[in-house]
């Protein structure tokens, strides 16, 4: 992988923050999927959001197959980060740089990704799940909270602001080999 030339790629987007994680220093808890299931209306509604995506165990293996990531972020101002419609509105742009993200990452090199990022897929008014398939697979990313990992810590550990004030922070991982 040209990573001087992803580098450079990557300066002219508007990403928030971004950094090189290697995979097995996620930290992944079931615990983070209990909140999933306690709490979240997309439980069991989505092929982006458990159970569909796996236990925690096969989403850590699922992950840890891949050698390197990249952990970015972006930004979006809000009025009120509580209220969860207005906060939910401002993902999609976040969505759209993942993909440009991805494909960046394609064009320098890399071979195969899986790509996880905000809450649960918005792509279609009404998931297949669980009745068929997934009709965009190649577009819909599963929920990094999904997959149990504790973003929190990682983000800590690498000094990526999250706490804003009246902005919301999306995070998306990216694996890749």
Known sequence: MDRQQLEQRLAA???????????????FSDRIRHVCESECPMYNTTWACPPAVGTVEECKARCLSFPHALMMTSVAEVQDTANMAETLATRGPHEALTHQVEQLLRDCGATETYVLST?????????????????????????????GIVVTEIAERYGIDFLTGCAVVWFSLLFYR
């Not at 987007?13 to 930290?27: G, K, N, S």
């Open 13 to 27: 987007l508007p990403l928030f923050q971004y950094e090189w994680i290697a995979p097995e220093e996620l930290t």
């Open 119 to 147: 809450e649960a897929c918005a792509i279609c008014e009404q998931c297949a799940y669980p009745d068929g398939p997934c009709r965009h697979r190649d577009k819909m990313y599963p929920c990094v909270e999904s997959h």
